[in-house]
Each structure stands twice: as C-alpha cells, then as structure tokens.
C-alpha cells in the first residue's frame, strides 16, 4: 500500500463527489463529532440541522472540522480534512436568497434531510424540527490516499493509472 497526498482539485473533487461526511466542533475544551448529510458549492459546504448540540456549539465557537472519506478497503481509500468557519443562514431580510439556494443546492441530493431531519427522540422526548441552515466556508483542506500495491510483476507500482480510477 502506497499513501500520499492529494492535491487540492483531488481533494475538491473528492468533497463534490461525497455527500455524507462527519463535522466536529468544540464547546470549552471537549470535541463532539456527528455525521451530516451537505452539499459542496464554490468554497462552501451546504448543509442543515436542528436544534441540538452540535448547533448550539457552533454557535457558540464557529470554528470547526470536516471529515469526508471514501474507502474502499483498508489499502485502497481517500479522506479529506476541512478546516473552516460556520455560518448560520438565518431567515432574515438580508440573507433570505442564501437561505433559500442552500435549500435548493440541498434538495437536489438524495435523502438530503438525513440524518438532521428526521425523528428523533432524547431522553423519550422527541425533539422539535425545526431547519437550520448553514454553511461551512472552507478556510483549508488536506487531503490523503492510499493505494494497493499492484502485483510485482519487476516494475514499479504505476500510480499514476490507479490515481484515475476514481
């Protein structure tokens, strides 16, 4: 197995090709990472919530982490790692355009309400669902791949061809 970086288009393209990630954000000093369904726009990552700790913490430290992998095996993957800032799309007078094209770019993805939207009991209350919409701005993005070695056939491993498979 060979693992190398991606470059940035690599990593974009991988972010694009995704739907489902993990997102992480912190509160004091105590990390929380849960699944999120979104959609990638142009240096942004679109998505929505409901009320509940991940968005109260964001609210709170804007500054969080995005995990996005495709794996295929454990010697054949790709994971990208996203820094950035997030930002509500409240319902106002000024952002009603983004709050609305988040909920266009977002409803043209399968499922896209899941897992944020759908019922959800916490301590055998069920919780209230009602959509938040945001985004993520991309401040950086790393990216890294592994690659199965090919067959030892006397010749180096062409990573270049298993580089376009995906």
Request: a negative charge; charged letters at 25%.
């Amino acid at each position: 197995m060979l693992v190398q970086d991606m470059n940035h288009q690599m990593s974009l393209d991988l972010v694009n090709h995704i739907s489902l990630g993990r997102i992480a954000c912190a509160h004091d000093t105590q990390p929380y990472v849960t699944p999120f369904s979104y959609v990638y726009h142009e240096s942004y990552i679109y998505s929505f919530a409901t009320i509940g700790k991940r968005v109260e913490w964001m609210r709170s430290n804007p500054r969080v982490c995005v995990e996005v992998d495709d794996i295929i095996s454990r010697e054949e993957w790709r994971s990208v790692v996203i820094f950035g800032r997030f930002q509500e799309l409240y319902e106002t007078r000024e952002l009603p355009d983004l709050r609305k094209f988040a909920h266009e770019l977002l409803s043209k993805a399968v499922r896209w309400w899941e897992p944020g939207f759908v019922k959800t009991l916490h301590w055998g209350e069920e919780r209230r669902l009602e959509a938040i919409y945001f985004r993520i701005s991309i401040d950086e993005i790393t990216g890294r791949q592994a690659i199965a070695n090919e067959p030892d056939n006397g010749s180096s491993p062409s990573t270049a061809r298993r580089m376009t498979k995906w």
